[in-house]
């Protein structure tokens, strides 16, 4: 067999297989949501997180691909052309893999950014509100801001470096979650006048352990696919590398946040490690390839560190983020893309606090304006009455565990 | 390397790699049927799906695997040459690939078929009664139909095309299962005398919703493995395209499910949408290579709306299939593979209704002499109090969430 | 491409798939043991699986991997050289394969003798006590002995044969968890003075069954990967052997679990059949490719009835193991151990009784020592409060399930 034959068949094996990793992450995401809102939530947060994580894969091959990776040539945006993205049938072996097992990667990252979104604005968002978002998102705001760099646009050319998307994946849908919880406001009761903050607590922690579990087992795929090739002796050295970096810096985010919840509040609060995990988990996602073992644990354990006083900040900012997903995918991901020059000595910090600002301000900006948007058209609220008999009464017409509670 | 072993390594470790996936199914249906029924039958489905998957493998060694592959030759049956299967210590690599890795990825697929089977006729059937229909059903009853097709039998001499199996594995089980459903009648309680359908709601939505995903995931072992090789430019690419339809087929059923149950109900359903999912990927099941996406999306599509409109017409029909099995795997099923000469030039509408006719009318009527048979010998139905305090009380002795409820 | 190129991508994708696999397996002793306790401990025991898989990582990043693989030569022990393992950036494919996918493979491997502890001395031992004892167990204890073996230390020497671990990983696991156990005490109640054993009921079977096809779904790799190779015809097959029998042999200890639990008690035991799935699992691990497809599940249905004898008989020695993981992983352990010269007639049972009792008295001696030591020191047993209320609330301040139990 030629040698280029055998690279294909790798290549492609490599994506189909860390693709479907990534795929398990939108269930990675959904238990831990699920976990971490209250009962009344808990259909519709499963319902949103199987939507969506479909919309994402029909949007991006109806619009976003083209998008993203078509024409973009330095620039800013790619070519608009439906319906046009893979021809499955006719594609060729040029490219090293085949044309569908790159689209069945890249469509699984869409997919991450807006699970991102769902658990921060959980439990007082309208269902279909959330959708139309979602359609925006995955369409139209994330492939464009995905072109910049991984289409080759003009991020990749000043040498913007984000290996596996701290900032062109995680960031989008934390800065989109953040847009989402200033508008939607906090859960009523959540914060009282007085300034105290109500905890509500998760309703099952198994099902939040499940899904952090899972999450870090899919983001071998996430990190290790991201090396886009398996077919040679350096590729696979590379993604074993990769493998590695990734679950030392996840490591690395549990013991920090582990330690930090004992000091601080004096118990170890589960969460808390879960959130060091995923945090230690998109810090190294910029940059899982060049660190040393020692220096992904220690990325990974600021994100950890990073995580743990995040959260009570927000709580102070009376922003009300259900999971922590701002905290976790926001301030982690800038974090971990700020650190790529510290071990990849390609990468420059002017080009990476650009790449950050400016895909920071467009998701931002776009955000407010789909959010306002959609508050103005539809309203993006439950009302006080839906919100406080749960949206699973209100929107699903199904209890979740209707034998457990009332 | 020869290219011959190059491919051998490729077509084996795709094997292995794709029937792990759907081993994970049956943890999947598992998770699924624990979250549908309520709490009182919860550890008697667990313990079922994993007998079920266990005597599956088991039998299939013993009898199936020979009954389905051996010495068919355009006929109707198998050999019956009990214990000799594989010998993996003499094989040999004529077929370019390990034969153990074949024997694995079939019998992964037999014990698909019998976990359909288990979610329809649950909360009533007896445990060793059903475990019985199991092993009838994947010794004798499944390896003989799948001879007809995928053992060279007579079926694919006429050209009937199932390519992964929506007739094959999917619409087995579900004529297993609607036989099931009748002999034994529905839950007590669930129809009332005047035609009133009494819900009996799921008693844990994350796990159903978990089951749903373990299952999308698997799915792709599922029908991309049965492109049965991987070492070919060819094998692989083809391989990428069916991972890209089986997912956007299973989006599409989500939509579909999504706003027809919406629509028609004026709230969305989580199950009709977790349902709509599975419909899609049993749709898609008998052609996923040659749609092209959006072809995809549509096949898929019409599996979440045939799911949407068949649950409630069951009901009508006072059929008491508690997790929808029948609508997504047998209903499905026959429109996936009615289906494929719209996609597939190759097959015709003639030889798929021959296909589907015939295997409907072999297992539904061996299916009924079966559950006769053993309510004859050994009943099949759980008392009406054993079925009232519920099975886990009545045959397992364990509550399956004891400390929640009582 | 030269076939030492192509076998070096083999080898290595096989390492990183088959180790995520094994990754995943902490997922399922988590899932296992939160099913498994009482309500008032199941935020504890997630806690203490994803930390003890994140310090077992670090742990054998920082001494572990080299104790157990460098410089041993025939002796008991490797070298202690800190931070040194893997230079990822300087690796060479002289091994062929990435030297990052072994460290990452043998790594998990860890990680699974640890999180057997857990599950044994769970709901009475104190969390920063527990961790400690991981601690030494990943970075000391665990390493030297597996380098007696794996390492070419003088066990490899006189033949002791133990293909993925039954020895060197599970009892290993089993033998500290014995040691755990016995020095802890039972939980409070458990056995009245009357020598009359307190049924403490699993919290919540649907997870514990979820743990348990995770940690089945795992094995593959855990066993599969044990090849080390995949590079060559030869090792393609010898993988799809170890697949079909490490599955057979679980399906062999389900089938005689189910049997015996309804023999025996009349009633099937969904956790007997749970624990006779990782009983077969554990028993086939020593020698999985070896066996026929028939000897496998005679092997697999042996350490299913070891489980069902053993659960209760260390009930009358008062021995509180919480999960069963002393017979499923130490007695079927050392049965599987035990086995290896049935079906290969390279092992000796001469030297399998060597190295079995070599292991066993040395784990065992320093795991009585060091929960000794972390008792005198630190203490290692909640508060007879602290244990009345649960770990949850004494030691996490979190309830796992707020909303359902009090």
């Known amino acids: 067999m030629e040698t280029q034959d055998i690279a294909f068949i790798f290549n492609t094996f490599s994506f189909l297989v860390n693709g479907i990793l990534v795929m398990l ?57 439906p319906f046009d993205v893979v021809d499955p049938l006719v594609e060729t072996s040029e490219g090293g893999y085949a044309g569908a097992s790159d689209w069945f990667f890249q469509m699984v990252f869409v997919a991450t950014a807006a699970s991102i979104v769902s658990g921060a604005v959980a439990e007082r968002v309208k269902l279909w509100s959330f959708l139309l978002i979602v359609v925006v998102l995955t369409a139209i705001i994330y492939p464009i801001q995905g072109s910049w760099t991984w289409g080759a646009g003009w991020l990749s050319e000043i040498g913007f470096s984000d ?126 390839l060049a660190p040393t073992f020692l220096s992904a644990i220690l990325i990974g354990g600021v994100g950890g560190a990073l995580v743990v006083f995040c959260i009570p900040l927000l709580d102070k900012l009376k922003i009300d983020d259900v999971v922590g997903a701002i905290p976790v995918h926001l301030v982690c991901g800038i974090w971990g893309t700020l650190a790529v020059p510290f071990t990849n000595t390609d990468a420059k910090f002017s080009s990476q606090i650009i790449g950050i600002l400016a895909i920071g301000a467009f998701v931002l900006i776009t955000s407010f304006i789909l959010w306002y948007s959609v508050k103005a058209v539809f309203g993006i609220r439950l009302s006080e009455e839906e919100e406080k008999v749960g949206a699973d009464n209100s929107e699903i017409g199904l209890s979740s565990y209707p034998e457990f509670i009332k």
Chains 1, 2, 3 share one sequence.
């Open 163 to 288: 290996f596996a998307g701290s900032t062109i994946v995680h960031s989008v849908g934390g800065w989109c979650a953040l847009a989402g919880c200033i508008v939607l406001g906090s859960r009523t009761g959540k914060y009282s006048k007085e300034g105290k903050v109500n905890p509500m607590q998760a309703s099952a922690l198994p099902l939040a352990t499940l899904g952090t579990f899972l999450l870090w087992f899919g983001w071998f795929g996430f990190n290790g696919g991201s090396q886009l090739a398996l077919g040679s002796v350096a590729d696979a050295s590379s993604m074993a590398r990769i493998f590695c970096n990734t679950n030392l810096a996840a490591a690395g985010g549990v013991i920090v946040a582990l330690i930090l919840s004992q000091v601080l509040y004096k118990k170890v609060d589960l969460t808390f490690v879960l959130n060091g995990a995923l945090g230690g988990l998109v810090s190294i996602t910029a940059e899982p």
């Open 25 to 81: 992450m939108a269930a990675g995401f959904c238990m831990l949501e699920a976990g971490m809102v209250r009962t009344k939530s808990v259909a519709t947060i499963c319902t949103k997180n199987i939507v969506l994580y479909s919309l994402a894969g029909i949007l991006y091959f109806l619009i976003g691909y083209n998008l993203m990776y078509s024409g973009v040539d330095g620039g800013f945006i790619g070519t608009f052309s």
